[in-house]
């Protein structure tokens, strides 16, 4: 099969005009215009429906049964009005996407005929038949009931002519079997200890949000070139594939000009998600060839990872509409950049302050200093635990990496706010308090310079940086669910307020003055956790050193990553916060480690299959025509002269024979390596065995099959190379 068909249809279909269908509206009129939002509530609803459920969303509170019917009733005349026909409830079990299962408006009426109906009842739970989703245990299967019930806090959308309902999904014994659930309890808990916190500074504070602004980045390729990579189709990477000999080495992709296909993809997904209310904002190209990013405007964070999760299905619909595949895959090529999704975090109260932002009084950056010394002491006292949190068996390709953050987790704060940490610790706690407002200002300590919200943050090495008014969590996974970083960093920030607030009001209890507990407490929280920061470059191997030194977690292991889960402190942590219990997390654990190993099974397979199958046959091929011209040679030419004309195909051939014996030893010890592991019965032995015993034969076959591809004659390699893949004109 030749690679040339394949630009022959690209090309065809790049001289195409790229059709998007506009609406004749602007964004303002279509905005959310599938979304069950407060406007269409407030239409669709009885005025006293209306009222209990807002308050319920608002004041977190359960709805009664009575209004749910009334609601069901309301939504689904909108869900109607709007083309729909089936309902779902739309939930997050623990493989990394959604689950839906649709049933129709309709019931008997009695008399021979259907009506649409839908009640209470089927809106607020529902028992989908689960028993093959993953649960780590929980769920025998005599026992294989899993419950769904609304989140009330995420409003009902209408995606594909069906209503969906974001839920929950719990076990009949109540444990939880998605993220939603634990994500909820985490917001809860943070909510919980802010507001403590935060009403030391200002007692109307009733709650504290925690806020999530994603950045999405995906490579698309070619629908056509895609469906001729069965590694693609079968596990989103390549899993060989030579370098192209251009690649990002120009710098000329990022911010460039896109591509009039992928710029008529964009628009198309932008109107799709503003219909259904996701705020997309920006999009760019990224660092690597046919990579690109997509951003919303931040929002709660359960509302948030809603989004998402929506975006990631919704890319992979409107690609196809436009004849491209989204990768999702963190790695999907090698030797160029991989995909993350940056999670932008920040804590905000109902009064309107975002508590990682400096303000303008002294009193607001005594604030700003105590949530961010808690940060500090959250994110070294639960470093492992964050870093499990973003760990799987396909985001290990990519940190570590010479272009993504390490294997340790660091804070990056940037010099301007180290030098005020720095002066913070110098400094007594009765100074501090004593400073008047002008030497305050001196020290930056009560106006921090507006350029700190700009430059603070251009070092890309950073896996968890300070960027002027958040965090900017960068070691998530582009193909990850947010929630698993957000549940682990908004529980351990929780935790840490629980602690901060018990210290300092046991101390004020005692009679001493707020204000200076405060700070001390402040400054002790600063000088204990100072080693978790580090501005330097992380790609470095003196950073490995020093991180090791310091006491952090430098484990980069996957499988052994995931126990930090089981950690004393990450058990005690998630107990007080009520976010997991033990058994939630001894079962979630079974579940990473059965995943983990589920992929590289999968990837070796198709590695193993290609090599044999499809690389070897058309490697010997291919020998078989260099061995046919040195024999004419040899027939043509006297033998002084044959050797020579001849030698460079003969080591051509050496070299070949070589490679292919390399493949087929490695695939057979593979296959073995694979047979020994899975005879393992601890899920976690297993997964360490095919990190340790698996991985590294597919390593070395890759590097053969790469060096094959520079043999082989293009016209017999059965796959579409790196240059094709990359390169969407
Ligand atoms: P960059 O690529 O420079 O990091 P982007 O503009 O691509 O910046 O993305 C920034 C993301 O951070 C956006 O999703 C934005 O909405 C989000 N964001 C901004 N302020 C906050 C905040 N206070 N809390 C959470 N997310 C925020
Ligand atoms: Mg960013």
Redesign the pocket.
Known sequence: MSTLRFKVVDEAFNRKAHHVDIPAERPEVYYGKYVFNRQKMFEYLPKKTFEVLVNAIDNKESLPLDVADSVAQGMMRWAIDNGARHYSHWFHPLTDGTAEKHDAFVQHDGKGGMVEEFNGKLLVQQEPDASSFPNGGIRNTFEARGYSAWDISSPAFILDKTLCIPTIFISYTGESLDYKTPLLRALNAVDRAATVVARYFDPSVRHVMS?????QEYFLVDEALYSARPDLMLTGRTLMGHESAKNQQLEDHYFGAIPSRVEAFMLDLEIECHKLGIPA??RHNEVAPNQF?L????EETNLSNDHNLLLMGLMTEVARRHNFRVLLHEKPFSGINGSGK?N???L?TDTGK?L??PGKTAEDNLQFFVFVANVLAAVHNHNGLLKASIMSATNAHRLGANEAPPAIISIFLGSQLSGILDKIEEMSAEDLINLSAKEGMKLNLTQIPEIMLDSTDRNRTSPFAF?G??F?FRAVGSSANCASAMIALNAAMAAQLQDFAAKVDARVASGEQLKRVILDETKALISAHRTICFDGNGYSDEWKEEAARRGLDCETSAPKIFDSYLSPESVAMFGKTGVFSPVELAARNEVKWEMYTKKIQIEARVLGDLAINHVIPVATRYQSLLLDNVFKIKSLFSSEKWTAIAAQDMVAIENISEHIAVIREEVRQMVDARKTANRIDSEREKAVAYHDNVLPHMVKIRYHIDKLELHVDDEMWPLPKYRELLFIR
């Open positions: 806020y999530l602004g994603w950045e904002k920006t990013e951003a919303p405007i931040f940056h932008n975090w920040s905000g975002l990682f932002a960027t008014n958040r900017e």
